[in-house]
């Protein structure tokens, strides 16, 4: 029988298993940003992209619940954000952080809830 774990809290092995990945995702896509401009090192998109594989990585390792939550929306909003680069958008960068922000927000309070239970 396989049994399926369920998201937990955040732990100080899982807070530094997320840097490595999403420090280790944000150098390789800096590297693509060197050939291709819209994927720079300082660029909202990559910033984006590399936490959302950190969160993708983490919630598959640890099963942190926020991670479960923000890595979809980090890799959405990275996803806007490149668009952005490369086309012209009608969805302005602050709305695209505001959402993310209260996401994320909201993640953290359902995880410090499911911890307190």
Not at 7 to 12: A, E, R
Not at 18 to 26: E, G, N, T
Not at 73 to 88: D, K, M, N, Q, T
Request: charged letters at 5%; a positive charge; proline letters at 4%.
């Amino acid at each position: 029988m396989i049994a399926i774990r369920q998201g937990c809290c955040s732990s100080p092995i899982a807070v530094v298993y997320w840097c490595a990945v999403s420090l280790i995702a944000w150098i390789t896509l800096s590297l693509f940003g060197l050939l291709w401009y819209p994927l720079h090192a300082s660029s909202a998109a990559t910033i984006c992209l590399a936490t959302s594989i950190g969160c993708f990585a983490n919630w598959t390792k640890h099963r942190t619940l926020h991670c479960g939550i923000t890595g979809p929306v980090f890799g959405i909003a990275g996803a806007i954000f490149l668009f952005s680069e490369v086309r012209p958008v009608a969805i302005h960068p602050g709305i695209v952080w505001v959402v993310v922000a209260i996401v994320t927000g909201f993640s953290f309070l359902l995880e410090w809830d499911a911890t307190r239970t």
